[in-house]
C-alpha cells in the first residue's frame, strides 16, 4: 500500500537534502486532489544521492521509464550530471527533479520554499505563489485544475 | 470537479484557461471540498491523500480484476 508520507519520513530521517514540489506540495497547501507521487526538488550531490539511497534502502526502488526496471543503485559509476530521477519504490512513486519550470534550479527552489514542522520532522514545500508559477509553466491539461484550487487559495490568503 | 462524468470533468477542466477571470473559470467546480480540505491542517491534508490513494488503489485492482488491464502502467504499477 502506498504511503507517501512514509517516503517523507524516510528522506527526513536520513537527511536528504530536498524541497517538496508538485501534487504533493498542492495538497499541502489545500489542493482536494488525491495524487499519487512524490515529487521533490534536489540537488544532486554524490552525498545526497547517497543519502536518498539510505532513505529507499529496503522499497525495492527502480527507475520506472526504463523498461527493465533497473535498480536505482548509487554505485561509483552513477552517471554524473544527472537532472531528474525517476523512481518506483514499495510506498509508491518518487520523483527527483533537479530544477523545477517557472521557478529554477534546487537553490531557487529552496529560496522560494518554507519549512514546515510535520510529524515527520521539517520538511521545506514550495511555497503557494511559487508552485503557482510552477503548475502555470508547465502549462498541462492534468494541472489546470489544481491551479485554478491553488489560485483559490491565494485569494483565500489574501 | 464537474457535477458530470469525471471524463466530462476532465475535458472540461482542460478547456479551462486558468488565466481567465475567476467567475469562468471557476464553473462546474466544487469548491466545497476546497473548502473542507482548508479545514484540515496540512499533515492531515497528507494523511487524507495516503488514504485516498489506498482506496484508489483498491478500486483500480478490483477493476482490474472485473475487466482486465487497460491501461499498460497499471500493469506495471504494482510493487
Redesign the interface.
Known amino acids: 500500500m502506498e504511503q507517501l508520507t512514509q517516503i517523507l519520513e524516510r528522506l527526513n530521517r536520513e537527511r536528504v537534502e530536498f524541497v517538496l514540489v508538485g501534487g504533493l506540495a498542492g495538497v499541502f497547501h489545500g489542493v482536494p486532489l488525491v495524487t499519487r507521487d512524490v515529487d521533490v526538488c534536489l540537488p544532486f550531490t554524490e552525498q545526497n544521492l547517497f543519502r536518498l539511497e539510505r532513505a529507499l534502502d529496503g522499497l525495492n526502488p527502480v527507475h520506472r521509464q526504463t523498461p527493465q526496471r533497473l535498480a536505482f543503485k548509487v554505485a561509483d559509476d552513477f552517471p554524473r550530471g544527472l537532472k531528474n530521477l525517476y523512481l518506483r519504490t514499495d510506498l509508491g512513486v518518487l520523483d527527483c527533479l533537479g530544477e523545477i519550470s517557472g521557478v529554477g534550479d534546487y537553490l531557487a527552489v529552496r529560496g522560494r520554499s518554507e519549512p514546515a514542522e510535520l510529524p515527520v520532522g521539517t520538511v521545506h514545500i514550495l511555497s503557494l505563489s511559487a508552485l503557482i508559477d510552477a503548475k502555470a509553466a508547465l502549462d498541462r491539461t492534468q494541472d489546470k485544475l489544481a491551479l485554478i484550487h491553488l489560485r483559490r487559495i491565494q485569494q483565500a490568503r489574501s | 470537479?464537474s457535477n458530470g462524468t469525471p471524463n466530462r470533468a476532465?475535458e472540461e477542466?482542460?478547456s479551462?484557461d486558468?488565466?481567465t477571470p475567476?467567475s469562468i473559470?471557476?464553473r462546474d467546480?466544487d469548491?466545497s471540498?476546497?473548502e473542507?480540505?482548508?479545514r484540515l491542517t496540512?499533515?492531515q491534508?497528507?494523511?487524507e491523500?495516503?488514504r485516498?490513494?489506498?482506496l484508489?488503489?483498491m478500486l483500480e485492482k478490483a477493476g482490474t480484476r472485473t475487466h482486465g488491464a487497460t491501461d499498460p502502467d497499471s500493469r506495471?504499477?504494482e510493487?
Do not use: K
Open positions: 470537479m476532465f477542466a482542460a479551462i486558468p488565466g475567476a473559470a471557476d467546480i469548491f471540498l476546497l473542507d480540505s482548508l496540512p499533515w491534508r497528507l494523511v491523500n495516503d485516498a490513494l489506498g484508489v488503489r506495471t504499477a510493487p
